[in-house]
């Protein structure tokens, strides 16, 4: 019998990314590295967008504003791109189909 427990760590995958001209390098399962990098992407827009406003100097604060800016958005429904919109669903649907798994996983393990 297979052991499927350990498929997560057999599909990761090392993904670099650039961000504000650093480059990371960011472990990823294989069927994520798409949105991993839509993600850095994203991101990468958003924080040269803050560096050009000019009134915020510094790699580590502009950060800060760009994750203040998206948790926002993501909380109170501002965000305006149909991309990251459709990334964030996607993820929600992942998350629930695992959340469902699990919990049926668990409703077969306590009828045994």
Do not use: W
Not at 25 to 44: C, F, G, M, Q, T
Not at 60 to 77: D, K, P, Q, T, W
Not at 81 to 107: F, G, M, W, Y
């Amino acid at each position: 019998m297979a052991d499927n427990n350990h498929t997560n760590f057999d599909s990761n995958t090392s993904v670099n990314i650039h961000i504000m001209g650093n480059e990371y390098h960011i472990a990823s399962p294989k069927n994520e590295v798409e949105n991993l990098e839509i993600a850095a992407r994203a991101l990468d827009k958003r924080m040269k967008e803050i560096k050009q406003g000019g009134k915020i100097i510094g790699l580590e604060r502009i950060a800060v504003m760009a994750a203040l800016n998206l948790s926002y958005e993501l909380m109170f429904g501002d965000s305006t791109s149909a991309e990251e919109t459709d990334a964030i669903n996607q993820r929600i649907k992942k998350i629930q189909e695992k959340v469902d798994a699990a919990l049926a996983s668990t409703a077969q393990t306590e009828l045994i």
